[in-house]
């Protein structure tokens, strides 16, 4: 479902273009990558030749994930008397400039609060399908794109911020206590959208969710050590134990309930 091998190469696609977003925006994002990226005339080769298959599907199975998220967010938000903005998407290959620095390629998926995006590296989602394939590997690439707009959606609120403060201000061992939290909180905000997205996708079957957790996280972890030169993607920070994950991720899929996340953020660390 996600590019094949062949397909990497090129700065691949970009789910922003359908958004709304402006294009030349885009080509800036892509031409100034680091060393060994495309550089700009080839990204506005890539951008303007035709699509593959496997991209298009990518492509759209991203826009989909992204396009329900809106629904969702946007509902929550006006229910809580706020507004959402939903977050740009960019999929990448062989790295890309972002307002948090240049991501090498093989990063992995990641939240840029500065600005406001969520970057995709499809090769993440292909190793997701050759270890679990079938619906497990559709959910765990879903709720990776659904954790990551769980980071926008704290930006929004606040508590990316929040988390900054604490950086600056507090010992490590605070700050990756706070850290634990904002990632089991971006979990619970993946669960809240697979609570409205199962209606719509049915892509949840009671025996997927720890495996397709664990890989999800297992490759991540793997990808981080990898790519520990240069670039700290934000997913590198500590995200809790599996089993913390799961059962934040449940929480939010059981209850639907945005309020559960501020209680979140106030239980006592050994609590969560
Ligand atoms: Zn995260």
């Known amino acids: 479902m ?38 700009g005339g080839r990204a506005r080769e890539a951008l303007e030749r035709e699509l593959t298959p496997d991209e298009v599907q990518s492509r759209d199975f991203a826009a989909t994930i992204l396009a329900f998220s809106e629904d969702v967010w946007t509902e929550q938000f006006r229910r809580a008397g706020e507004t959402y903005e939903p977050p740009k998407m960019v999929l990448f290959a062989e790295g890309v400039e972002t307002a948090c620095g240049n991501a090498p390629s093989a990063v992995g998926p990641f939240y840029c609060p500065g600005d406001k995006t969520v970057y995709l590296d499809p090769t993440f989602f292909e190793e997701l399908e050759q270890k679990l394939g079938g619906s497990k590997a559709e959910f765990s690439q879903a709720y990776v794109i659904a954790h990551e707009i769980g980071h926008h959606v704290q930006n929004l609120l606040g508590y990316s911020a929040k988390a900054d403060r604490a950086r600056r201000t507090s010992s490590k061992t605070e700050y990756n206590k706070m850290s634990v939290r904002l990632e089991l909180q971006a979990d619970f ?27 999800a996280k297992a490759i991540g972890d793997d990808r981080i050590q990898k790519n520990s030169r240069g670039f700290v993607s934000p997913e590198s920070y500590t995200h809790g134990t599996s089993a913390q994950r799961t059962k934040w991720f449940r929480l939010g899929l059981q209850s639907g309930d945005l309020d559960m996340m501020k209680k979140l953020f106030d239980l006592p660390y050994d609590e969560l």
């Open 189 to 215: 905000l993946a669960g809240v959208w697979a609570h409205y997205g199962q209606q719509k996708f049915n892509f949840v079957e009671p025996g997927d969710i720890d495996e397709a957790m664990r890989s």
């Open 2 to 39: 996600w590019p094949s091998a062949a397909a990497r190469g090129l700065v691949i696609l970009l789910v922003g273009a359908l958004m709304g977003v402006d294009p030349q925006q885009l080509l800036q994002l892509m031409g100034n990558g680091p060393p060994g990226a495309a550089p």
